[in-house]
């Protein structure tokens, strides 16, 4: 401790306002390079290309249609948000996402998944067949359409009961995510497979490169037509028929511009033998603690927020999807954190899982990226270098 006698002793000779200025100006010296490095560390996405706006189909005839152009709702909404800005008698309250053109819409993103994708589109589309429909009416294997009963409402598998919509039908967009192996040729072909009108349901999407699971997520749902949108992961590991459960939970705590999430849960099974991973319990765990420390109260209280199955009502998602920046795996949090800011309601509904062969998650690796982008995330967040504007 002798080299601190010396230091103490040229201080005394310093007057106390310059030591005052000096740690002041260290400290401003600091926070101006935090604040200068998040601009840096927080991801920042690209805009689409021309070509990502585009989709391929199979029609009627079998053949793979040419790039069509994709609708996209924000594009309007953007327009109309900007009209309301430049007009005084157009409240920007007032402007709204265009009416749905079919019940439920799902993306799929997709990286390299051509082993995996067949299987979880065939349980998807059997269940959206049956539930909502689609343009043409669903024929039993002895030609009698298939009934089902809704309430006081009995009807048939191309329509869902007037009670629960204005609008039928179902489409499923798979977003390939900069894939290099057969995945968009495993979803055309699928469709192919599935004949009818019910192939024009399906829509391939192509981005450039991979973006990340958060970026085809979000390019999707740019795009969708539904009344509810819902993502899933191309693994087929959510049980596809808890889908109801999700829309039912929405519909229960819809606020008066008809806005709700509905979120998957696995934190039912934690634990369990579903789960059987020492590594992947504990992780989950440790997350959710830090999802409690970072995370504003509404989503902290949820117990999984990294179920790759959640759903949303159309109104909804002007408050979401235009402000997401989050392109990797901790972009749930993100959705729900907006979905907290805007004051939308959120539902937590246990769904099934299970393991899948294949994932491409690294449990331990990709759980500390998470805790990154987390922490990034809330600082870029909380001082304002995102903003809602």
């Given at each position: 401790m002798e080299y601190v006698k010396p230091v103490l002793a040229a201080s005394q000779g310093v007057p106390l306002l310059l030591v005052v200025i000096l740690a002041s100006s260290t400290l401003i010296g600091f926070a101006l390079l935090f604040y200068l490095g998040l601009f840096i560390v927080a991801p920042i996405p690209r805009p689409p290309l021309l070509s990502e706006k585009t989709y391929r189909v199979i029609e009627p005839d079998g053949q793979t249609s040419a790039d069509k152009q994709l609708p996209c709702w924000q594009e309007k909404f953007d327009a109309q948000r900007e009209a309301a800005r430049t007009k005084r008698n157009l409240s920007e309250n007032e402007t709204k996402v265009e009416d749905p053109e079919v019940f439920m819409s799902l993306v799929v993103p997709a990286f390299n998944e051509e082993e995996r994708l067949g299987v979880m589109l065939a349980e998807a589309t059997e269940f959206l067949q049956r539930e909502y429909g689609s343009q043409?009416?669903?024929?039993?294997?002895?030609?009698?359409?298939?009934?089902?009963?809704?309430?006081?409402?009995?009807?048939?598998?191309?329509?869902?009961?007037?009670?629960?919509?204005?609008?039928?039908?179902?489409?499923?967009?798979?977003?390939?995510?900069?894939?290099?192996?057969?995945?968009?040729?495993?979803?055309?072909?699928?469709?192919?497979?599935?004949?009818?009108?019910?192939?024009?349901?399906?829509?391939?999407?192509?981005?450039?490169?991979?973006?990340?699971?958060?970026?085809?997520?979000?390019?999707?749902?740019?795009?969708?037509?539904?009344?509810?949108?819902?993502?899933?992961?191309?693994?087929?590991?959510?049980?596809?028929?808890?889908?109801?459960?999700?829309?039912?939970?929405?519909k229960k705590i819809e606020d008066a511009q008809g806005r709700a999430v509905a979120v998957g849960s696995r934190a039912h099974l934690v634990g369990s033998e579903a789960v059987r991973s020492f590594l992947r319990n504990f992780l989950m765990h440790s997350f959710h603690l830090l999802l409690r420390i970072l995370t504003p109260p509404a989503t902290a209280a949820i117990g999984d927020t990294q179920c790759g199955f959640k759903l949303f009502s159309r109104p909804s998602l002007p408050y979401i999807i235009p402000y997401m920046h989050s392109e990797g795996w901790i972009f749930d949090v993100e959705m729900l954190m907006l979905a907290e800011l805007a004051g939308i309601p959120v539902a937590e509904v246990p769904v099934g899982w299970h393991e899948v062969k294949g994932s491409k998650l690294n449990v331990l690796w990709d759980s500390l990226g998470m805790a990154w982008g987390l922490a990034v995330l809330r600082a870029a967040w909380g001082l304002g270098v995102y903003r809602r504007s």
């Open positions: 043409t009416p669903s024929i039993q294997a002895n030609g009698n359409r298939a009934k089902r009963k809704s309430g006081k409402h009995e009807i048939s598998n191309d329509h869902v009961s007037p009670r629960t919509t204005s609008c039928r039908g179902w489409e499923v967009l798979v977003v390939s995510d900069g894939s290099t192996d057969k995945t968009i040729d495993t979803a055309l072909d699928f469709a192919r497979n599935l004949g009818g009108n019910a192939a024009s349901c399906i829509r391939v999407v192509q981005l450039h490169e991979n973006r990340g699971k958060g970026g085809a997520v979000t390019h999707g749902m740019r795009h969708v037509r539904g009344q509810y949108a819902i993502f899933a992961d191309a693994d087929g590991a959510s049980r596809f028929s808890d889908l109801g459960k999700l829309v039912e939970a929405s």
